[in-house]
């Protein structure tokens, strides 16, 4: 059971702006869990011509994904989204393009996916347990989550060739 934490009245549900939601019962208070979704960033990392992807820590072997973090107070996405390049590979990166916004329900999140270019030598951070490279023709978009923004990224890439 979740708390107040205003006032720490145990939460009840109900319906508020036409949703069923935890509130607080409590008369005066008026707290509600608004659960409002987070924005998460992310970077599709072009370095020496291949793709960084990046294995948190605590995701079996073979998963690999994009490198993604919370913004910070302040920030913008764009300097959310290199500050986290800059923590998690050790690169200096620029922001080429927006990808795009994407909506990861099952998390509460709501993604903004940019094409990002990094420069340096890559250097594990903390949060990290692996990366790997590669190239562009190789990479193939996952079902869920930031894979719609590799999907997306392929797709453009893809028209501006022959
Ligand atoms: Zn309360």
Known sequence: ??????????????????????ACPREGCGYVLW??????????????????LVRQAGWPEKFFGLVTGFLEKGE????????????????DGRVVSLV?????????QVIIAYHVKAEGTPHLGEELEAFKAIPPDKL?????GTGHAVRDWLEKRGAGKP
Do not use: S
């Open 140 to 144: 193939r978009p996952w079902g869920m």
């Open 35 to 52: 659960d409002n979704p987070l924005p998460v960033v992310a970077a599709i990392v072009e370095h020496e011509g291949g793709i960084l």
């Open 76 to 91: 913008t996405p764009e300097e959310g989204v290199l500050r986290e390049v800059k923590e998690e590979l050790d690169l």
């Open 100 to 108: 795009g916004v994407y909506p990861f329900v099952q998390r509460n």
């Open 1 to 22: 059971m979740a708390f107040c934490p205003r006032c720490a009245t145990p939460l009840e549900e109900r319906i508020v702006d036409g949703r069923r939601r935890e």
